[in-house]
């Protein structure tokens, strides 16, 4: 197999990291001949996030070939301050024209590559954006991961009372320390917790599920929102197994960390949950920055608040909307602002990055 990139920058290689590509073109290819390989997850993959690069002219298409073997090109465009499209692996028509794009290789255990090209252009089709303005929710079987000392997909090394989710598909998984890509989780006792998506998981690795068919990567007759681990569990769907043949015993569409099972949600057992996949919605978005992990969510504008939830360091939030209440001094300065970002759930301002737009409560 082949996916094709130019030579521009082996020079500026950093750890873990392949260089950029030549900015402004839509035809460029990247030797990846020395790029540091991150591993983890179940089962195993290696990962390289190239630098975002800059297209000459806008595109929705992007193809790829990759000089080795073992070896798939992963693409995303960007389509706001470090707010991303989904990855799609290449070729790909992402869901709107992007000006930039940004190439994550995947490796299987004996992938190997040495270049890869890449050619960008425009292309009529449907676009995805009304769809992913809706921000979309749904109810989800939760089960604990656990694997403390283990390794995510992305690289993370999972601690003790860690707080992160997996899902069954890597097109939202976001890198390690990073969360644009986030869910918000709530379980029925009404806590909720936002936390970013470092590993891939439970059974399926291709399962996109909270997608419509038009661009679900596989099961594309099942219901959107429905996993395809649901469906094998309570109807027997392929079967009764997964994508690598194994019988499932459980309907798990997301995975969570024991720090967001057990302190986030207050969960005793593994549990159907409310999921709302956050890079799906629109509006004003922050990041959490707190020195420790995680951000008390509280239910009023104020420290003294119940807790009613947490919010995982590098999470992404959306803001529903700002109120004034207690001045806090946190990393990011001191503010009496407070971002609603659910329905009775308040985090403070001084712990809050990027925010902009957001309207008064």
Known sequence: MRILLSLAAAAALAVGLAPAAHASSND?????????????????????????????????????????????????????DDEWTEWREAPAVLPQTVTTVQVRLVYSESGRASSVSF???????KSDVDILAAGRSYKVFATREGLVGGTTANG???????????LPSRR?????????????????????????????GPWNTKDDYWNPASVREMWKDLPQGKPEAQA??????NGGKDQFGRRVPNPAGIDLADGTFWD???????????VTYLWTGSGPAGVIRTEANPLNVRSSASSSGAQVGLAA?????????????????????TSN??????????????????VSGATTC
């Open 28 to 80: 460029w290819t990247v030797d990846v001949s020395s790029s540091t390989v991150t591993w983890g997850g179940s089962p195993r993959m290696g990962t390289v996030e190239l630098e975002p690069h800059v297209l000459a002219s806008p595109a929705n298409s992007v193809s790829a070939e990759v000089a080795g073997s073992d070896v798939v090109a992963d693409v995303r465009g960007l389509i706001g």
């Open 119 to 125: 050619k960008a252009s425009a292309v009529a089709s």
């Open 156 to 166: 993370h090394v999972i601690k003790s009372r860690d707080h992160f989710v997996a």
């Open 172 to 200: 939202g998984l976001a890198s390690n320390n990073n969360g644009n890509y986030s869910v918000q989780v709530c379980a029925s006792n009404g806590r909720c917790e936002w936390a970013p998506v470092w590993d891939v």
């Open 232 to 237: 094998a569990f309570q109807s027997g769907y």
């Open 264 to 274: 986030g949600l207050k969960l005793t057992d593994n549990s159907w949950v409310t």
């Open 313 to 333: 360091k590098y999470a992404q939030v959306r803001v529903l909307c700002q109120t004034t209440g207690e001045r806090v001094t946190g990393t990011q300065g």
């Open 337 to 354: 602002i407070w971002y609603r970002i659910a329905a009775g759930k308040y985090v403070a301002k001084a712990y809050v990055s990027g």
